[in-house]
C-alpha cells in the first residue's frame, strides 16, 4: 500500500509543473504571444480594399511607410517626411509628459510619505484623475482648452492675465502643450502610487543613521532614498512610457492629431492608417515599429533601474 501511495506522490509531483504553470502559459501564448505572431505577419502583407485578399508583400509596408519615396520606390536611407514630423511629435510628447509627471509625482510621494494632517485624505484625493476613463478625461481638458467658451480663458480673462482668447488647441504648440498637460493630470497619480510605496520599504534605521554622519538632505535621497527606490522607479517608468507610447485616447479625443498634423503621434497614426485609411497591412507595420522601439526602451530603462546596490 505505501508503495502505491509512494509511486502516486511521484507521478503527482511530476505534474504539479505542468498542471500549476501550463494554464499561465497558455494564457501567455493567447494574448501575447499570438497577437504579436498575427502583428508580424499582417505586417508583411497586403490587403486588397476591393477583393480583401491579403498578398505577401514581404518589407513593402515598412518602406512605404519609413522611406521616403522618390519616382514610386523607397529612397532607402532617407526617412520620409511624415515618419520625421510623427516621430518627433511622439519623442516630445513622451519625453515631457514622463518627465513632468515623474517629477511632480515623486515629490508628492515624498510629501505623502511624511507624517501630515489628513495624509489619508490626501493619497485619495490623488488617484481620482488616474482613475477617470481617458475618454472622458481628455473631453473634460477640451472643453477646458476650448477657445471661445474654455474654462482656463475664461478665468484668464477674469482675472486680467489676457484681453483675448488663446486659441489653444488651434495653434500647433499650444495644441501639443494642452495634450502634455493633459496627460500629466491623468497619469501622475499612477507614479504617485508606484513610487510611495517604495519610499514606505526604505528603512528609517538609515535615515537616522544618515543624519546622525551630518548628511545632507541631497546626500540622504542620493545615498539612502535612491537606491531602494529604483525598482519603483522602474516600474513606474516602464508602464509610464509604454502608456504614452501607445496613447491613442487623449490624442484623439482632445486634438486628433490636429491641428493639421502638429499633434500626430505614432498612436493616432497607426490608427488612421489601419481604420480610416483602410491599410491594415501598412498599420500592422507601425505597430511593429512601435512595440521594437518600446523594448528597446524598456531594455535601457532595465540596464539603468534593473540593480539596486544594496542587493546581495
Do not use: C, H
Not at 537616522?208 to 545632507?216: F, I, K, P, T
Not at 496613447?247 to 486628433?256: I, K, P, Y
Amino acid at each position: 500500500m505505501s508503495v502505491e501511495k509512494n509511486d502516486l506522490r511521484r507521478k503527482l509531483d511530476r505534474l504539479f509543473v505542468p498542471l500549476t504553470v501550463g494554464p499561465t502559459l497558455i494564457w501567455i501564448a493567447a494574448i501575447i504571444v499570438y497577437p504579436t505572431v498575427k502583428l508580424l505577419l499582417s505586417s508583411l502583407q497586403f490587403r486588397n480594399p476591393v477583393t480583401s485578399e491579403m498578398e505577401f508583400v514581404g518589407l513593402r509596408n515598412f518602406r512605404r511607410l519609413l522611406f521616403a519615396r522618390e519616382g514610386g520606390d523607397a529612397v532607402l536611407g532617407v526617412f520620409s517626411p511624415n515618419f520625421v514630423s510623427f516621430t518627433t511629435n511622439t519623442i516630445v510628447y513622451v519625453g515631457f509628459s514622463v518627465t513632468i509627471s515623474f517629477l511632480l509625482g515623486l515629490g508628492i510621494a515624498m510629501l505623502l510619505n511624511k507624517d501630515l494632517t489628513g495624509r489619508g485624505w490626501l493619497r485619495t484625493a490623488v488617484i481620482v484623475p488616474w482613475i477617470m476613463p481617458y475618454v472622458m478625461s481628455g473631453l473634460m481638458w477640451r472643453w477646458m482648452f476650448q477657445t471661445d467658451y474654455g474654462a482656463l480663458n475664461a478665468i484668464l480673462m477674469r482675472i486680467g492675465v489676457i484681453s483675448d482668447s488663446i486659441p489653444f488647441l488651434s495653434d500647433g504648440t499650444l495644441s501639443m502643450m494642452a495634450l502634455i498637460v493633459a496627460d500629466v493630470w491623468v497619469f501622475t497619480p499612477f507614479i504617485i502610487i508606484i513610487l510611495l510605496a517604495g519610499l514606505q520599504n526604505v528603512p528609517e534605521q538609515l535615515y537616522d543613521a544618515a543624519e546622525v554622519d551630518g548628511a545632507s538632505r541631497w546626500s540622504r535621497f542620493w545615498n539612502v532614498t535612491y537606491p531602494f527606490l529604483k525598482p519603483s522607479i522602474l516600474v513606474a517608468l516602464t508602464i509610464r512610457i509604454i502608456f504614452d507610447i501607445r496613447a491613442l485616447d487623449l490624442v484623439w479625443v482632445m486634438t486628433g492629431g490636429g491641428p493639421g498634423k502638429s499633434t500626430e503621434v505614432w498612436a493616432s497614426w497607426l490608427y488612421r492608417t489601419a481604420q480610416v485609411f483602410n491599410e491594415p497591412g501598412s498599420g500592422a507595420a507601425l505597430g511593429v515599429v512601435l512595440l521594437a522601439t518600446t523594448f528597446a526602451i524598456v531594455a535601457v530603462l532595465y540596464k539603468i533601474f534593473g540593480e539596486s546596490p544594496y542587493q546581495a
